[in-house]
C-alpha cells in the first residue's frame, strides 16, 4: 500500500482529505503536517511513497518545501495541490521539482493525478488547460 | 518713136492712143534706175472722129491716113521736144531737189543724232522718273498705311472726332460722332449748324466760333444721353503749313470716370463722416485708456495678490502694490528706481541666472509666460513656493514687465502631505487586500474544499443506500457550512461594521468594544458624560475606525488587554480619547520618526485631511493616551 505524508494547514480540509484518501484511493496516510517546517521534522522518521504539499502554507510556501525536499530527497515525489488555479503556480511548482499538480476542487483528478505520479508520470490537472 | 493711134477700151468705149517710145541714154550715179531703160509716153488722140472701118474702108483711106499720121508725128515731135525740155528742165530741177533732199538728209541725221542725244536724255529723265513714281508709290502706301493706322487708332480709341473747316462746314468725321449728332455719310460739306445733337450742351456752335477765332482749345465736361458724360477737346486745326482750315472736336467718353468721380466724392464723403466717428470714438477710448489706466493702477494697488510693475530694460521697480511691500516688508520709496535683483527678486523669483536669461527671452518673445511654480529663499530665508506670472506691457512707451505671485507654501505641503497620504492610503489598501484575499482563500475557501469533497462523500453514501453512513456525514457538512456562513458574515463586518450607518458614534463603539472582548479578549471601558455630540457620517466612519486603530495598537504593543474610550463635549469640538496602562512608549521620539511612528503618522494625516488633531502622550512604563479633537461645525449634517 502507498504510504502519503499529506502537508495541509487547514484542519478542516486535512480532516476530510485524510478521509478521501484512504477510503477512496486506499493510500496509507502516514502522517498529516500543519506546516512546511513541521513535514521537514516528520520525514526522517517516516517511510513515504509520496507527499501531498500545499501550495499556500503559513511561512515557509509549499514551493519553499519542494525545493528543499529536491534536495534532500531527489526520489520522493512531491505532489502540489492547490487552490489556485494558476498556471504560473503549476509552473514554479514543477519548476522547483514536483511532479504533479493537483486543484483541490477536482475531487476525482486528486486520485487520478497521485496514480498518474506514482507511475513515473508528470501530471497537471486538466482544468489547467495547456502548460 | 510714135505710133499709129491704136484703138484702146476705156470704159468700154475704144480710144486712140498713140504710144511714144524714147530710149533713155542719160544716166547719171545717183540715178541708176534709168540706166538701159526706155521712156514709154501713152498719147491719147485728142481727136474724137477716129472711124472704125471696114477692110474696104481702110484700104481706102490708108493713104489719107498715113498724111495725118506724119502730121500727127510731127505734132508728136514738137510736143516731145516740149516735153524733153520739160524733161531736162524737170531733170534740172530734180538735181537741185536732189541736192536739196541731200541738204535736208544731212540735216535730218543732225537731227537724227540730236534726237538720239534727246533719247538718251529722255530715258534718263523716264529712269528718273520711274524711280521718283516708286518713291512716290511707296510714299503712296506710306500714307495709305498711315491712313488705315489713323482710322484704326481713331476706331481703337473710340474717340468720336469731327473735323470741321473754317465755315465751320463738315470735313471728316469718325463713326462714333454718329451717335452725337445726326449725320450721316453723305453730309460731308454740311455746315455742322444744320444738325442737331443729343448733348446736353448749348454753347457748342459759340464756343467752334470762338476757338477759330482765338485759336485758343477749348476744353468742357459735357453731359450726353442716358447719364453719358463726355470730355469735350476743341481745338484749331493747323495744318503742317501752319494754317488754320478749320476746328476739330474729340470727344472722350468719360463717362465711367465721371460716375468713378462721382463714386469718390461719396466715398470722401463717407470718408470723412467716418473719419468723424473714428475721431469721436478715439476721444471716446482716449477717455477710456485713460479711465483704464487709473482703474489699472486701481487693481495694480488693491490687488491682494503681490504685484509688481519692472522696466524690462534692467529689472528696476516701476511700481509695487501694497501686498507685495507687506509681503517683503519692504517701503515703496526704497525699492522704486532699484533694480529688483538688489533684493534677491529678480525675473522669476526663485531661478537661477541662466533660467531667469530664458525666461526674459520667453517673455519677450511670447509677450507672456502665463503661470509657473517655483520656490525661493525670502529675504529673510525662509523657502516658499510660488505660482508665478510674467506679462509683457508696454506703458507709458517703456517696455515692462508685470508680475505677480501667489504664495502657495502651504498648498504645496498639502499636497506633498495629500501624496504621503495616498501613498499610505494605497499601500494599506493593499495590506488590506491582501488581508481579505488570505480569508478568502486561506479559510473560507478550504472550507469550501472540504464541504466539496464532504459532498462527494455523502453522494457514495446514497448511491449505496447507506444511511448510516450519510448520518454520520451530513451532520459534519452543516457544521462546516455554519462555518462558513459564520465567516462571511464576519468578514462582511470586518469590511463595513452595519451598526455604524444609522447609530451614533457611542453606539458604535459599544459595539465595537464587544467584538475586541470577543475577538481579542481586549475589555474596553466607554466613558461619556453626555451623549456625544452629533457628527455626518464621514466623520463618524473616521473616528470610528481611528478609535478601532489605537484599540488593535492596544492588543498589539502596550501588553495590557484594558483600554478606555472616554468622549467629552466641548462647544466646538468633541474630544475622543483612547488610553490604557500597558507599557507605553518614547511617544515624541515615535512622533518624529517615520519609521518607528509610522502608524500612528499616517493616522493622524488622515484626521488631519478632515479638520480633526490628534496628541499621542506616552512614556515607557506610564501607558498611552491619545486624544482626538473633531471640529463639530466643520461635521453637522
Redesign the interface.
Known amino acids: 500500500m502507498t504510504s502519503i505524508l499529506l502537508v495541509e494547514?487547514?484542519p478542516?480540509?486535512a480532516?476530510?482529505?485524510f478521509?478521501?484518501l484512504v477510503?477512496?484511493g486506499h493510500f496509507n496516510v502516514v502522517s498529516v503536517a500543519s506546516s512546511a517546517e513541521e513535514a521537514l521534522d516528520q520525514i526522517p522518521g517516516l517511510d513515504v511513497d509520496l507527499i501531498l504539499i500545499d501550495v499556500?502554507l503559513p511561512k515557509r510556501s509549499g514551493i519553499s518545501l519542494v525545493l528543499i525536499l529536491q534536495e534532500k530527497y531527489p526520489n520522493l515525489p512531491c505532489v502540489m495541490l492547490s487552490?489556485?488555479l494558476s498556471s504560473q503556480y503549476a509552473r514554479r511548482s514543477l519548476e522547483a521539482g514536483a511532479r504533479g499538480y493537483l486543484i483541490?476542487?477536482q475531487?476525482d483528478g486528486i486520485l487520478e493525478g497521485i496514480q498518474h505520479v506514482l507511475d513515473g508520470e508528470i501530471y497537471v490537472s486538466k482544468e489547467l488547460g495547456k502548460y | 518713136m510714135l505710133t499709129q493711134p491704136v484703138p484702146v477700151q476705156f470704159n468700154g468705149h475704144p480710144h486712140p492712143v498713140i504710144l511714144s517710145i524714147i530710149p533713155h541714154s542719160k544716166a547719171t550715179e545717183d540715178l541708176k534706175i534709168y540706166e538701159k531703160q526706155a521712156l514709154v509716153f501713152f498719147l491719147e488722140d485728142e481727136r474724137n472722129d477716129f472711124p472704125i472701118k471696114t477692110q474696104e474702108q481702110t484700104e481706102s483711106t490708108s493713104n489719107e491716113l498715113v498724111g495725118q499720121l506724119e502730121n500727127q508725128v510731127r505734132h508728136l515731135r514738137q510736143q516731145l521736144q516740149a516735153s524733153m525740155e520739160e524733161y531736162e528742165s524737170s531733170s534740172e530741177e530734180l538735181k537741185a531737189s536732189n541736192e536739196e533732199l541731200q541738204s535736208i538728209n544731212e540735216e535730218y541725221r543732225s537731227a537724227t543724232e540730236e534726237l538720239e542725244t534727246s533719247k538718251e536724255e529722255l530715258q534718263s529723265v523716264n529712269e528718273e522718273l520711274q524711280t521718283v513714281n516708286s518713291q512716290l508709290k511707296s510714299k503712296f502706301d506710306e500714307i495709305s498705311r498711315s491712313h488705315s493706322d489713323l482710322e484704326n487708332l481713331m476706331g481703337a480709341t473710340e474717340i468720336a472726332t469731327l473735323f470741321l473747316d473754317r465755315e465751320l462746314r463738315i470735313r471728316h468725321y469718325t463713326p462714333g460722332m454718329r451717335q452725337l449728332f445726326n449725320i450721316v455719310p453723305g453730309d460731308h460739306g454740311r455746315p455742322i449748324k444744320h444738325f442737331t445733337h443729343t448733348l446736353l450742351y448749348d454753347r457748342f456752335f459759340d464756343d467752334a466760333e470762338e476757338v477759330l477765332r482765338t485759336l485758343v482749345p477749348i476744353e468742357r465736361e459735357v453731359r450726353g444721353e442716358a447719364d453719358g458724360w463726355f470730355l469735350l477737346r476743341m481745338r484749331p486745326y493747323r495744318t503742317i503749313e501752319d494754317r488754320i482750315e478749320g476746328v476739330i472736336f474729340t470727344f472722350v467718353d468719360i463717362t465711367r470716370i465721371k460716375k468713378a468721380e462721382e463714386d469718390l466724392v461719396e466715398l470722401n464723403a463717407t470718408l470723412e463722416q467716418r473719419v468723424e466717428e473714428r475721431t469721436y470714438e478715439l476721444e471716446n477710448a482716449n477717455q477710456k485708456i485713460g479711465e483704464a489706466r487709473d482703474l489699472f493702477y486701481a487693481l495694480f494697488h488693491a490687488n491682494p495678490i503681490p504685484t509688481t510693475l519692472n522696466r524690462l530694460e534692467d529689472g528696476a521697480f516701476m511700481d509695487a502694490n501694497a501686498e507685495f511691500l507687506r509681503y517683503f516688508n519692504l517701503q515703496r520709496e526704497d525699492i522704486i528706481g532699484h533694480p529688483a535683483q538688489e533684493y534677491g527678486l529678480g525675473l522669476g523669483l526663485g531661478l537661477g541666472a541662466q533660467e531667469q536669461s530664458t525666461m526674459l527671452a520667453r517673455v519677450k518673445d511670447e509677450g507672456t509666460i502665463e503661470s509657473y511654480e517655483t520656490e525661493f529663499r525670502s529675504p529673510s530665508g525662509e523657502k516658499r513656493n510660488v505660482f508665478a506670472s510674467i506679462q509683457y506691457i508696454k506703458l507709458d512707451n517703456t517696455d515692462a514687465l508685470i508680475s505677480a505671485f501667489i504664495d502657495i507654501t502651504e498648498r504645496v505641503n498639502a499636497e506633498q502631505q495629500i501624496r504621503t497620504l495616498a501613498a499610505e492610503l494605497t499601500a494599506a489598501e493593499q495590506a488590506e487586500r491582501h488581508r481579505l484575499a488570505q480569508i478568502l482563500h486561506d479559510d473560507l475557501q478550504q472550507r469550501m474544499f472540504a464541504i466539496q469533497m464532504q459532498l462527494s462523500f455523502l453522494k457514495d453514501a446514497y448511491e449505496r443506500n447507506d444511511l448510516q453512513g450519510f448520518k454520520i456525514d451530513f451532520p459534519q457538512l452543516e457544521e462546516w457550512l455554519a462555518e462558513s456562513i459564520q465567516v462571511t458574515r464576519q468578514l462582511s463586518v470586518d469590511l463595513s461594521p452595519p451598526i455604524l450607518h444609522g447609530e451614533g458614534l457611542l453606539e458604535a463603539t459599544v459595539w465595537l468594544a464587544a467584538q475586541m472582548q470577543e475577538q481579542y479578549n481586549l475589555s474596553v471601558g466607554i466613558r461619556a458624560d453626555e451623549q456625544p455630540a452629533q457628527l455626518d457620517e464621514k466623520m463618524r466612519v473616521l473616528v470610528f475606525y481611528a478609535i478601532r486603530e489605537l484599540l488593535f495598537n492596544i492588543v498589539k504593543h502596550s501588553g495590557t488587554l484594558d483600554a478606555t474610550v472616554t468622549f467629552e463635549n466641548y462647544d466646538d469640538t468633541l474630544r475622543v480619547t483612547v488610553q490604557d496602562a500597558g507599557k507605553g512608549f518614547p511617544s515624541q521620539e515615535y512622533m518624529r520618526s517615520r519609521s518607528m511612528g509610522h502608524g500612528l503618522l499616517s493616522l493622524r494625516h488622515r484626521l488631519n485631511l478632515l479638520g480633526c488633531t490628534m496628541e499621542v502622550k506616552s512614556e515607557i512604563g506610564n501607558g498611552t493616551e491619545i486624544s482626538i479633537e473633531v471640529p463639530l461645525e466643520q461635521t453637522k449634517d
Request: proline residues 0%; charged residues 40%; without cysteine.
Open positions: 494547514d487547514h478542516v480540509f480532516k476530510v482529505l478521509r478521501f477510503e477512496r499556500s487552490g489556485h483541490k476542487d475531487v
